[in-house]
Nanobody, 123 residues
């Protein structure tokens, strides 16, 4: 069974940076694409970024392009989301997810989810 544990969230001022981590365990890391999603209060869960099985391909939501970077470390079975120039609208619970079959933005295609980590950006 795949397990995903997010960490690195917190409170930061507008323009600041955070790096989220998603620790993967339970299966072969290289067999899974990893994605980051977020959910703000009262809103639907939305796609943020994803990275393919080998790390060779990445996809970003338009709202975070140029500010967020997703990467994966095969030695640590961990995926990172570097978030720069944070804005109040980035405030949400951030979740990582794993899929063997796709790295698209559709939440329904992701099989495993972590518990989430809170990111709060103050204005």
């Amino acid at each position: 069974q795949v397990q995903l544990v997010e960490s690195g969230g917190g409170l930061v001022q507008t323009g600041g940076s955070l790096r989220l981590s998603c620790a993967f365990s339970g299966r072969t890391f290289s067999s899974y694409a990893i994605g980051w999603f977020r959910q703000a209060p009262g809103k639907e869960r939305e796609f943020v970024a994803s990275i393919s099985w080998s790390g060779g391909r990445t996809v970003y939501a338009d709202s975070v392009k140029g500010r967020f970077t997703i990467s994966r470390d095969s030695a640590k079975d961990t995926v990172y989301l570097q978030m720069n120039n944070l804005k109040p609208e980035d405030t949400a619970v951030y979740y990582c997810a794993a899929s063997m079959t796709a790295y698209s933005s559709a939440t329904s295609l992701w099989n495993y989810w972590g518990q989430g980590t809170q990111v709060t950006v103050s204005s």
